[in-house]
């Protein structure tokens, strides 16, 4: 039987096409450590957002599907609040896996995600409230 050869393509292996990759990319060079995905603040703008979020459930007048809604509280006060919201919202609903909408101050994501949606955005900073069971 023939021996087997491991190939590695961690950072430290030498990577024969790392200077092709790079030339193609424009000099660009990914950082190993956030090769992962990135959950940090989708902007700037998004500091003058943060302050209270509702998170609540509802299935009623839905067909008995189940939502999850977030009420940015200080959204009205804050500049850029719209956009930012939507950034967060998108954000949100890619963290989850999950479709939704935004609606003024109110934010829908399909599915019982409010585990997950409060640990995220705690995370990001903002301060949460459960409303309701």
Known sequence: MAKKTILSSGPSAD??????????LGGYTPDPASAGGSDEEP??????LRGWVHIG???????????????????ETAEGGSEAAAQWVK????HCGVGGSLDGTWALLQG???S???AQLN???????????
């Open 43 to 48: 902007n700037a703008e998004g500091d003058a």
């Open 112 to 114: 019982d995600v409010r």
């Open 123 to 133: 995370k990001w900073g903002f301060r949460t409230k459960r409303i309701g069971g």
């Open 57 to 75: 459930f509802e299935k009623k007048g839905r067909a008995g599907k189940t939502v999850t809604t977030l009420e940015f509280v200080d959204l």
């Open 116 to 118: 997950s949606v409060e």
């Open 15 to 24: 990577n024969p096409f790392a200077a092709a990759l790079s030339q193609a």
């Open 91 to 94: 954000k949100l609903k890619t």
